[in-house]
């Protein structure tokens, strides 16, 4: 049995739960359980604080988990990253109160800085040249300036309407953020091989993620121009009619350039499109 260590509220919680969802893996969303064992995998879950996370997983209390960036590098735990999954995106800014004038880091030399991320500040500071004194905060962050706790705050950034809230601008993006799957270094082959089957389910949900499925009549005689027009994965799939002056197109598009590619199709003359979404796709 696999354990996973997961955020127990938010919207990683919400992002990991639905993920698992995708990859049909069937786990109770309860929160009054602290660990829940999937009904159709071998699978189990515990629910933890984010940042406990890093450390139940380098520990082997838990054998896998999905954490923030973040949190996994604040906290310096000794586990490996497995994957990069794509969702919770964040950022770790410095911002200062909006009334200052800023020009650059340099503002920040013998200011004092309210954190939740004393490690990542320290580190970024240092590699700069900065020499800033870190106040080690948890809970709201924010508020520090406006009560003369700190000159300045280093915190995480989604909307930035936090910010703007308290009457805070955002200088400078010091990292980026998303969730991570890390592992325990030291897992049992049987736990690798569970691992490598969620992992499989994973990435072909992962996969599928902004892709169109789309099937269209075109006439034959604009034939090798559509499929010009095509990025299909390798090429796209083509049916004959009962009308032999005209072929059904079955591809795949991508959703950031779907619009732009539909509009081609139909200059050449593609009737019929139906486009619908993929769940899951396995290379």
């Not at 497995?82 to 995106?89: N, Q």
């Not at 072929?247 to 486009?275: M, N, P, Y």
Request: charged share 25%; with cysteine.
């Amino acid at each position: 049995m696999l354990r996973i260590a997961v955020q127990s509220k938010g919207r990683l919680y919400e992002d990991t739960m639905n993920l698992l969802a995708e990859a049909d893996i069937k786990v109770s969303s309860s929160k009054r359980t602290l660990l829940v064992q999937s009904t159709n995998f071998p699978l189990e879950v515990l629910y933890l604080r984010d940042d406990d996370i890093p450390q139940s997983v380098a520990g082997g209390v838990a054998d896998i988990g999905i954490v923030g960036e973040n949190e996994f590098l604040e906290r310096e735990e000794d586990a490996k990253i497995v994957a990069r999954l794509g969702f919770s995106k964040c950022r770790l800014s410095l911002a200062i109160p909006k009334e200052h004038h800023y020009e650059g880091l340099e503002w920040f030399n013998g200011k004092r800085i309210a954190t939740s991320y004393p490690n990542i500040l320290q580190k970024f500071l240092n590699e700069n040249g900065i020499h800033s004194e870190i106040h080690e905060i948890t809970g709201s962050v924010e508020i520090s300036p406006g009560i003369g706790l700190a000159d300045g705050i280093f915190d995480i950034v989604s909307s930035g309407s936090t910010l703007v809230s308290n009457n805070l601008r955002e200088v400078e993006v010091v990292m980026k953020s998303e969730a991570l799957l890390i592992a325990n270094k030291d897992l049992s082959e049987e736990k690798q091989q569970t691992l490598n089957e969620m992992m499989f389910r994973i990435e072909a949900v992962k996969q599928a993620e902004d892709k169109k499925y789309v099937r269209m009549n075109v006439p034959k005689a604009k034939l090798s121009e559509i499929i010009d027009v095509l990025p299909g994965l390798k090429s796209p799939t083509v049916i004959p009619l009962a009308d032999e002056e005209w072929c059904s197109v079955h591809t795949v598009l991508d959703q950031k350039r779907f619009w732009e590619i539909i509009g081609k199709l139909k200059e050449f003359g593609a009737q019929g499109i139906l486009v619908t979404p993929i769940e899951k796709m396995i290379l």
